[in-house]
């Protein structure tokens, strides 16, 4: 019997036997396509091999059984155990094993993959064949016979059967073929997808087991096509791969894979340049043009000494897309391929795309007529006391500001594509004029024909069930009402930051802080009465941090100008206390997860003079009611132990302040953190593993609430190495930073496992 089929030469009379898929990558490979090499065991092995163990199968009838009891899971896992054990427990004829050792030995490697190929009548497998997984074993015949049976086994799952049993399928009806390829050290994997118009692609470090587990966020490459335009391209967060065990062929081994950890500069690098996009776009495109009905696509590649563009081998295809990324022909519509060229260009700073007729406010002060809803508001610079003017616009671009303004912080958390830093915008761009904003690539473009006005994208997509359980806890930044209903629901631990300063903009905008001092302190308290109680009714009984007021609006850019943060409250503390009387309503109400950080807090004194006001008011008798204060000026760093015995109960490090201060820069220009001056610089990861180390030394909570986690998903790794409690991001980037801390969680303890073996 015939049953070995090398890759490199199946015959069309042979299709039957390997399946569809197998066939036509064999054709491929025939016709001088990279298709990794290796050679296929038929499925007319299988149907011999379960022949010859008949009897005993029929004795544990599983086929039969489900489809008098296929509600009954628990016996449904019984039978299919003892289907696999029967598998796994029989002897693979020794002819069989020779030859088959035999073929693996030409692959010339110590290491095996084996994938399993399904087919099934009229094509059902099509949809579940993410069932069966692949499985390693090291070059020898005893391992490689265990593993070719552990393939076979994966039909006889109890999910296997109940699917059989869905389809109406019994054993004989199910062709399995396997196929066998070395299994090697990768520099690089990932996936392509091909729409009409565009091309999606994926790329991480090592072997393809990261992607498919979902332990590592990829790169992600959105390339036109047609002319090889690169649409936009996003870094991903590449700090965990596989490679291949060091083997000892002397022992059998049926798990040939481990994990390992990139090297640091890896993490922030793109794994693909322009040169490999290029050449994958190539390979891709003549493939496609062998087999046009192909849509999705997996690689490998392999790097040599010689030459710095690495080798790609496709390892297998799907005539449908696989994953649920933004899909291309949408990205492809959105953003112009070549020759269109941006009118401006800019800093991306709020993902999404939209296109709509043009405001132009080149002053806020002198504008009074509303901003339609919808259009796209360009103007020089958006400082808090205009948050109230922007909610209903369809997009941003401003003149001055970087990732961390106050524009951009506000754009993202209510979902409004924005670029910023674009010169000369308000000079360029004429009212009404329509435009396409792309805030994945911080261009302006000329308006497209056809085009029609883009929805936001949802930031809480395929996050509400996370798939790894984390223990540090994860917090969400938020000053908006309207955010509640979309992120309450989301998988964090509350409100790490709840900006009080862009919650309340609208209120005070329409009165000068004298007038609220003086004749309207009961609508302000009022005011932010309802706000307060509106958050922490929607979180509890998560808690929700409420930073007090950090009165800057007023003053000018310098960050550290005039009576900035509580130092302000010292001179009139009207408004604090205020705010501490709305406070004490809520918490009076019964809402027991509202607390307290102190914004920019300059010394000791300051804080004890709040602590004082705190006392007086009541607050402190609420014993769930904790006082923190913002780690933004750095004197904190030399201090933090007199705050401890001060009674300061945890620190929030805000990272955007922080880094002015530390590094002599400004938030609202983006050239600085472009030449590396920002949150990952090397001084400010001292400065903030300092603050974290010295907390945990004063058994105080300490929780990072700035942009550096988002900016920058490698500080992640070092955030919980050194012990942060609480990481807490902005809503679009909850999904990201939920899977960044869980593969760090679990890089760490992988780490522990081996240096104690």
């Known amino acids: 019997m015939n049953y070995i089929y090398w890759l490199s030469q199946i015959q069309y009379s042979e299709q ?315 990205i492809a519509a959105l953003a112009p391929s070549l020759p269109v060229l941006p009118l401006l260009t800019g800093v991306a700073v709020s993902s999404g795309k939209v296109q709509s007729q043009v405001t132009v406010v080149k002053d806020f002060d002198a504008h009074h007529q509303p901003i339609p809803a919808g259009s796209i508001l360009v103007t020089k610079v958006i400082n808090p006391q205009h948050i109230s003017l922007i909610k209903q616009v369809g997009g941003i671009i401003t003149e001055i500001g970087g990732k961390t303004s106050h524009g951009a912080i506000v754009a993202r958390e209510l979902n409004i594509p924005a670029v910023v830093n674009v010169t000369n915008a308000t000079e360029i761009l004429q009212n009404t004029a329509t435009v396409l904003l792309n805030g994945d690539d911080g261009n302006v473009y000329p308006a497209q024909k056809h085009q029609q006005l883009s929805s936001h994208q949802s930031f809480n997509r395929s996050i509400l069930s996370p798939t790894y359980p984390i223990a540090t806890k994860l917090m969400v930044n938020l000053s908006q009402p309207e955010s509640i209903a979309s992120v309450s629901n989301l998988p964090i631990d509350g409100v790490g930051l709840l900006r009080s300063e862009l919650m309340l903009a609208e209120l005070l905008a329409s009165q000068t802080f004298a007038h609220w001092q003086q004749s309207f302190q009961r609508e302000f308290v009022a005011t932010l009465t309802n706000l307060l109680r509106q958050f922490t009714a929607a979180f509890t009984p998560r808690p929700v941090f409420y930073r007090s007021l950090d009165r800057y609006a007023e003053d000018s850019l310098n960050p550290v100008s005039r009576s900035r943060g509580t130092y302000g409250y010292l001179s009139d503390p009207t408004l604090f206390d205020l705010e501490l009387e709305a406070l004490k309503t809520v918490t009076a109400e019964g809402y027991a997860n509202l607390n307290l950080i102190l914004p920019f807090v300059r010394s000791v004194e300051e804080f004890k003079f709040c602590d004082r006001r705190i006392e007086n008011i009541g607050l402190t008798a609420q014993n769930s009611f904790q006082v923190w204060i913002m780690a933004e000026v750095p004197s904190v760093l030399m201090l933090l132990s007199e705050y401890a015995r001060a009674g300061v109960k945890g620190i929030a490090i805000g990272t955007n302040d922080l880094t002015q201060l530390l590094l002599g820069v400004d938030r609202e220009q983006s050239q600085f953190s472009d030449r590396g001056l920002n949150a990952n610089h090397p001084a400010m990861q001292k400065a903030i593993a300092k603050i974290i180390k010295t907390a945990k030394a004063h058994n105080m909570e300490c929780c990072i609430c700035g942009q550096a986690p988002v900016e920058h998903p490698s500080l992640i790794d070092k955030l919980i190495q050194w012990g942060v409690d609480t990481i807490s991001v902005e809503p679009q980037a909850v999904g990201r930073t939920y899977s960044a801390i869980a593969r760090a969680e679990r890089r760490i303890l992988l780490e522990r496992v081996r240096s104690k073996e």
């Open 16 to 330: 039957f036997l390997v399946g569809d898929k197998l066939f036509i990558l064999s054709q491929l490979l025939q016709h001088e396509c990279p298709i990794l090499p290796g050679f296929v065991l038929g499925n007319n092995l299988l149907q011999q091999f379960l022949a010859d163990l008949k009897a005993e199968l029929s004795a544990v009838n599983s086929h039969n059984y489900l489809t008098k009891s296929v509600n009954d899971y628990q016996t449904l896992q019984s039978v299919a155990r003892s289907s696999r054990q029967i598998i796994n427990q029989a002897l693979l004829n020794q002819t069989w094993q020779a030859e088959i050792y035999q073929a693996a030995r030409q692959l010339n490697s110590d290491s095996l993959i084996l994938e399993p190929f399904i087919t099934t009548p009229y094509g059902q497998h099509r949809w579940i064949s993410s069932l069966w997984r692949s499985h390693t074993c090291n070059n020898t015949l005893e391992a490689l016979s265990r593993a070719i049976k552990l393939v076979w086994s994966e039909l006889f799952t109890a999910n296997s059967l109940l699917y059989w049993q869905k389809l109406g399928l019994t054993s004989d009806l199910v062709n399995l073929s396997i196929l066998v390829r070395p299994l090697k050290a990768a520099y690089a994997s990932g996936i392509v997808e091909v729409s009409q118009e565009s091309v999606a692609i994926k790329a991480n470090w090592g072997l393809e087991q990261s992607l498919l587990q979902a332990d590592a966020e990829p790169d992600r490459y959105y390339v036109d096509r047609h002319t090889g335009y690169v649409l936009s391209q996003h870094l991903g967060n590449k700090n965990y791969a596989y490679r291949p065990k060091s083997i000892d062929l002397n022992q059998p081994s049926v798990d040939c894979l481990e994990a390992y950890i990139p090297e640091e500069n890896l993490a922030e690098t793109y794994v693909l340049d322009s040169e490999a996009i290029a050449l994958l776009l190539e390979l891709t495109q003549d493939i496609i043009e062998k087999q046009p009905q192909i849509k999705y696509l997996a690689w490998t590649a392999f790097k040599s000494h010689f030459t710095a563009t690495p080798h790609f081998y496709f390892t297998r295809f799907n005539d449908y897309l696989i994953s649920s990324a933004p899909a291309t022909e949408n």
